[in-house]
């Protein structure tokens, strides 16, 4: 079945660091990715996506690039923000007729970033 | 802007009980999901609709019975509450199954524990 990686967290950096979050998928046929994002006590909304290889998804100074020889979707930005701290999580959904739109979602990562 | 609005918020049972966690969207979108997040862990699908009349179930069923009698609303009815049951519930929304334009939509939780 589909199934989605993320690196281990929790990530904690100082304000205007650079930020990578690595995802890495297992799919067949060619998914849809995505990053949501979850604020404290919020739902999670939608941050960025990419439908297909070579794609780059960018909102909000974060971009990840759809990169199908190796499976990943990483998440980048170059200069977090105290504002960022969030859970991220990746995502995707699936290729198919069947799919119902389902999602399957990596464990997320928790980003703190300090003043 | 309403979106996705779930209720309650909190709640906490006892084991044995029975509750339903209510959601409605004003998105007139014919796909709703539920979801369960565990902590550390992304969410799991537990059932899906992809219109009014129309349900099936995710990785997660088990313990869990949903409804869809109209558009806008998709209750998640727990019978007999276990411990196991313990997490943060949500629902979402879409109004495509397509993966390129599946952007869903979540509503900000119900954080159930079951005692």
């Known amino acids: 079945g589909n199934s989605v990686t993320q690196m281990e967290g929790p990530v904690t950096l100082s304000e205007e660091a650079f930020l990578t979050i690595n995802c890495t998928y297992t799919a067949t046929g060619y998914p849809s990715l995505f990053w949501y994002v979850q604020y404290p006590g919020e739902g999670l909304q939608l941050l960025l996506k990419?439908?297909?290889?070579?794609d780059k998804g960018s909102n909000k100074g974060f971009e990840a690039t759809y990169r199908k020889e190796t499976t990943s979707f990483h998440l980048e930005k170059g200069s977090v923000q105290v504002s960022d701290s969030a859970v991220y999580f990746c995502?995707?959904?699936?290729?198919?007729?069947?799919?119902?739109?389902?999602?399957?979602f990596g464990q997320g990562t928790i980003l703190t970033v300090h003043p | 802007n309403a979106g996705v609005t779930q209720t309650p918020k909190f709640r906490i049972l006892k084991i044995g009980q029975s509750m339903t966690l209510q959601c409605t969207q004003d998105?007139?979108?014919?796909?709703m999901y539920w979801y369960r997040q565990d902590p550390g862990m992304g969410l799991k699908l537990i059932y899906y609709?992809?219109?009014?009349?129309?349900?099936d179930k995710g990785e997660v069923p088990n313990g869990y019975n949903v409804s869809r009698s109209t558009t806008e609303d998709f209750p998640l009815r727990l019978e007999l509450a276990a411990p196991s049951q313990t997490s943060v519930y949500f629902c979402?929304?879409?109004?495509?199954?397509?993966?390129?334009?599946?952007?869903?939509?979540f509503g900000a939780g119900t954080r159930l524990s079951v005692l």
């Open positions: 609709s992809v219109g009014a009349g129309i349900t």
């Open positions: 998105m007139n979108h014919n796909y």
């Open positions: 990419a439908t297909k290889a070579d």
């Open positions: 995502a995707l959904s699936e290729a198919g007729g069947t799919s119902y739109g389902k999602l399957t």
């Open positions: 979402a929304s879409s109004y495509s199954r397509d993966r390129a334009k599946n952007i869903q939509y």
